[in-house]
């Protein structure tokens, strides 16, 4: 190919992309940058950390702060952990069973969080799903609504399809003669998945794992439902900060920290999943 | 063969567990709203359909749904606009940093959309779209662009160059080649990913929530606020609603396009 050809090309990709790009500046990386500006702005217009050190100088707030990681670590390994499965099988069959393990995946992923969150708190109410079974077997009832176990089960269901279908699209790529060549020199079916399938399928556990660590992490409508006094996340902080404390600069800084621990997360991963490949 | 064929019965057991974990708050919700009774059980004492009928009569769950219908509309509608040209420039004019344009505009989908919620409250202030419709739009247009660059790509990479090249050789100018072969080819493609940017923008909470008003206020909006404060079948009956109109989507969706590909472009 020729350079004056080459440059055409250049030039008229620049061109149509411009719309979308600039859009994007303007109303995503722009807020963005206004947003930074608000946390470290003072009173009359000098910058100060002020916002950072009281955030991160409060025994509260910290505690909130490792509870959003702690609650979000926890369900982003359930989810890792139950929904492999689901993934190979959805890779791996072919027909009406496939079509439906897809609608199963995706039907949820449709139905609004609140919708979901509400579902839930049918079923771990007082009077509800759970301890209507427990009475029918004579037993005590009890409420998982406002605990963290209730709030971590309600997220995994919320999220669990973003890592099913992360994984199973990189499933998809896989040549199936590789299982079987495994297979047929003598490899059991878990050895399969352990030492074949899952190496192979690592970029999709990657994009999963951190697609529903971020969301996790931003997540504040079960928690605002379902939670209690004793239990509070960052994002849900930051709202309130915004809504009922209209302190705006603090609740900016909040929201930089979330975006924070997000990016730290990520390139962490980034980082371990380099030297697996590397290895 | 064993893996791909034959499914073992630990692998049954499981499929069946984790069809009831994700299907089962969803069918509770459609059981609660034609309970009969006007607090919240499970299961409900007896049924009837006098929470629908409310619902559906009900302004205050009514204009919300209209809302979020003319919301969804109009941010996928300006999202395609923005993403057609990028995306046919991504894939066919393989221009310097054409692969990070394309990281760039997907990378929304990874931002919580809480934070972009508020990043967007304070700067539309700044420039004066502080409380307005067009803020609202622009906020879920941000929101659903990067699903309609991925559809559009992605079916676009799977279509043969050949093609528009055979148009081209045979003297069609770039502007009608476009519109005759490109724009057909791509039909599918930016119908099923408009409804699934609408779909998305349908569900969206946050951004609603913090840039929506009394009059814009969405159906996701107002199903929250509705449950901050009360805990009835109400909410269970507008639920059902919500997913009937989301389900007929989805079937439209899967005529169109097949939910398969869903799955495929993921990434």
Redesign the interface.
Same mark, same amino acid.
């Given at each position: 190919m020729s350079r004056p050809r080459s440059m055409r090309?250049?030039a #008229?990709?620049?061109?149509?992309?411009f719309?979308?790009?600039a $859009? *994007?500046v303007v109303?995503?990386v722009?807020?963005?940058i %206004?947003?930074l500006f608000?946390s470290v702005k003072n009173e009359d217009g000098g910058l100060t950390y002020a916002q950072y050190v009281r955030a991160l100088g409060d025994a509260y707030y910290l505690e909130v702060l490792g509870d959003t990681i702690v609650l979000s670590l926890a369900v982003t390994i359930a989810s890792l952990v139950?929904g492999y499965?689901?993934a190979?099988?959805?890779a #791996?069959?072919r027909g009406a069973l496939?079509?439906f393990?897809? $609608? *199963?995946?995706?039907?949820?992923l449709?139905?609004?969080? %609140?919708?979901?969150t509400?579902?839930?708190?049918?079923?771990f109410?007082r009077?509800?799903?759970i301890n209507?079974i427990l009475k029918l077997l004579d037993l005590d009832t009890a409420t998982l609504t406002g605990t963290w176990t209730g709030i971590g089960i309600?997220m995994v269901?919320v999220l669990?399809?973003?890592m099913v279908?992360?994984i199973?699209?990189?499933l998809?790529g896989i040549d199936?003669e590789l299982?079987?060549a495994a297979?047929t020199l003598g490899a059991t079916?878990l050895k399969?998945?352990i030492h074949v399938i899952f190496p192979l399928s690592l970029q999709?556990v990657i994009?999963g794992t951190?697609?529903v660590f971020?969301?996790s992490?931003?997540?504040?409508?079960t928690v605002?439902?379902m939670g209690s006094n004793s239990t509070m996340v960052l994002?849900l902080l930051?709202?309130q900060q915004?809504n009922l404390a209209s302190d705006?600069p603090f609740?900016?800084a909040l929201?930089n920290i979330?975006?924070f621990v997000?990016l730290i997360a990520?390139a962490l991963q980034l980082g371990l999943a380099k030297r697996g490949v590397r290895r | 063969m064993k893996i791909r064929s034959r499914p073992g019965s630990l692998m049954v057991c499981y499929l069946a567990v984790i069809s009831v974990f994700l299907l089962l708050p969803q069918l509770i919700v459609v059981v609660v709203a034609f309970s009969e009774a006007s607090f919240v059980s499970f299961p409900p004492p007896g049924y009837s359909t006098k929470w629908m009928v409310r619902v559906l009569s009900d302004p205050s769950f009514m204009k919300p749904l209209w809302n979020s219908v003319v919301l969804g509309l109009s941010a996928s509608i300006m999202a395609a606009a923005l993403a057609l040209p990028a995306s046919l420039a991504i894939v066919r004019h393989r221009f310097q940093g054409a692969r990070a344009l394309q990281n760039f505009l997907l990378s929304p989908l990874s931002m919580p959309t809480l934070i972009l919620a508020i990043a967007l409250l304070f700067f539309l202030n700044d420039i004066g779209l502080g409380n307005t419709y067009a803020g609202l739009v622009f906020g879920h247009v941000v929101v659903v662009l990067p699903y309609l660059v991925r559809t559009i790509v992605a079916v676009y990479s799977g279509t043969d160059p050949r093609i528009e090249e055979a148009a081209y050789t045979l003297g069609a100018k770039p502007l009608s080649t476009f519109w005759f072969i490109t724009l057909p080819m791509l039909r599918p493609a930016i119908f099923a990913g408009g409804m699934f940017a609408f779909l998305v923008s349908f569900d969206e909470v946050a951004v609603a929530l913090l840039l929506s008003n009394a009059s814009s206020i969405t159906l996701p909006v107002s199903i929250l606020t509705y449950l901050t404060y009360n805990y009835d079948p109400a909410v269970a009956a507008i639920s059902v609603i919500k997913m009937i109109i989301v389900v007929l989507a989805l079937l439209v969706l899967e005529r169109f396009y097949g939910l398969q590909n869903l799955t495929m472009q993921s990434r």
């Open positions: 090309q250049n #008229r990709g620049y061109l149509l992309t719309p979308a790009f $859009f *994007l109303f995503f722009g807020p963005l %206004v947003n608000e139950l499965p689901l190979i099988a959805i #791996r069959s496939k079509s393990l897809i $609608f *199963l995946v995706v039907t949820p449709l139905i609004n969080v %609140v919708v979901r509400f579902g839930w708190m049918v079923i109410g009077s509800g799903f209507a309600a269901q669990l399809p973003f279908l992360s199973a699209s990189t998809e199936g299982e079987d297979i079916p399969t998945i999709g994009t951190l697609l971020a969301l992490m931003g997540s504040f409508v605002m439902l994002p930051v709202y915004l705006w609740a900016a929201g979330l975006i997000v990520t | -």
